[in-house]
């Protein structure tokens, strides 16, 4: 997974050269990186017990569906209830997730909007650090662990990419298969990150007062991606939910707090002024 920022970081370079100011520009980026990626080096699971059971019997408690053979999750549905169009959707959305944030954050960058640029930046390490903690403090399984092994965790579970296997076979190219099987911990079920990348962006584009057009089309994206996380069986749709409040809460914290301190506003701009 680390290889995949490492990639996005060089394009980035690439388009707007290598400078000491972009890469101090960059600083957000390569930390939520390299915090991502070090996580494998300590499992949340030897932190907290994992939950496999409870989270599900919760979805299947407040979202179930009620089938001639029982109640199942909205996932399990979608295992069952699925077309091609929606197949290919599903993969698109879920290929949005880094880039599309990254896209944006260069674009403000070039377009000169520094402040909006460091701030959009930080909200979104922001974010990353807070559900990082998440899953530190509660260790879940995903939809598919319990599908596939049942409620029993089982340490070094291999990544698996689930439901997103048909967008795979409809191109005829491993994309989510050398993405997911590379996964080091599938217990980071809680909360949602997926649900938090687009929505961040969102904000941010309304923020800096985009076009209409553009903050639509984030929109569109981001409720794509949240339908995606449970159509694919990645997610549960509580952990789409407390994804979505982690941003919330992490970006009224970010904003209404830590940003509007007197000492942390001046570090800001000086920030500002070196990018």
Same mark, same amino acid.
């Given at each position: 997974m680390?290889?995949i920022y490492?990639?996005?970081?060089?394009?980035?370079?690439?388009?707007?050269?290598?400078?000491?100011k972009?890469a101090?520009?960059?600083?957000?980026w390569?930390?939520?990186?390299?915090?991502?990626?070090?996580?494998?080096?300590?499992?949340?699971?030897?932190?907290n017990?994992?939950?496999?059971?409870g989270? $599900?019997? @919760?979805?299947? /408690? =407040?979202?179930?569906?009620?089938?001639?053979s029982? +109640? #199942?999750?909205?996932?399990e549905?979608?295992?069952?209830?699925?077309?091609?169009?929606a197949?290919?959707m599903?993969g698109?959305?879920?290929?949005?997730?880094?880039?599309v944030?990254?896209?944006?954050?260069?674009?403000?960058?070039l377009?000169?909007?520094?402040?909006?640029?460091?701030?959009?930046?930080?909200?979104?390490?922001?974010?990353?650090?807070?559900g990082?903690?998440?899953?530190?403090?509660?260790?879940?399984?995903?939809?598919?662990?319990?599908?596939k092994?049942?409620?029993?965790?089982?340490?070094?579970t291999?990544?698996?990419?689930?439901?997103?296997?048909?967008f795979?076979?409809l191109?005829?190219?491993?994309v989510?298969q050398?993405?997911?099987?590379?996964?080091s911990?599938? $217990?980071? @079920?809680?909360p /949602? =990150?997926?649900?938090?990348?687009?929505l961040?962006? +969102? #904000?941010?584009?309304?923020?800096?007062?985009?076009h209409k057009?553009?903050?639509?089309?984030?929109?569109f994206i981001?409720?794509?991606?949240?339908?995606?996380a449970?159509?694919?069986?990645h997610?549960?749709i509580?952990?789409?939910?407390?994804g979505?409040?982690t941003?919330?809460?992490?970006?009224?914290v970010?904003?209404?707090?830590?940003l509007?301190n007197?000492?942390?506003?001046?570090?800001?701009?000086?920030?500002?002024?070196r990018?």
């Open positions: 680390f290889s490492i990639i996005l970081f060089w394009l980035f370079l690439v388009v707007l050269r290598p400078t000491r972009v101090l520009a960059l600083l957000p390569l930390v939520f990186a390299v915090c991502y990626d070090s996580m494998r080096f300590f499992p949340n699971y030897k932190v017990p994992i939950d496999v059971r989270i $599900f019997e @919760a979805e299947r /408690s =407040l979202f179930g569906i009620a089938t001639a029982g +109640t #199942i999750i909205p996932g549905w979608f295992s069952a209830h699925h077309c091609a169009v197949d290919f599903a698109v959305f879920y290929l949005c997730w880094v880039p944030p990254l896209a944006y954050a260069i674009s403000l960058y377009r000169g909007k520094r402040e909006m640029y460091l701030r959009f930046s930080i909200a979104f390490l922001f974010v990353n650090l807070v990082f903690c998440g899953y530190y403090i509660y260790p879940a399984a995903p939809p598919w662990y319990a599908l092994y049942g409620f029993e965790p089982v340490l070094n291999p990544g698996n990419v689930a439901g997103l296997i048909r795979d076979q191109l005829g190219v491993p989510f050398s993405i997911y099987g590379n996964n911990n599938v $217990f980071a @079920a809680v /949602s =990150l997926h649900a938090a990348y687009m961040v962006t +969102t #904000i941010y584009a309304v923020k800096a007062r985009e057009l553009t903050i639509a089309i984030f929109a981001c409720m794509g991606i949240w339908w995606t449970v159509y694919s069986t997610h549960y509580i952990d789409v939910l407390l979505i409040l941003t919330i809460v992490a970006v009224a970010l904003e209404g707090c830590i509007r007197a000492a942390v506003g001046k570090a800001l701009k000086k920030y500002i002024a990018i």
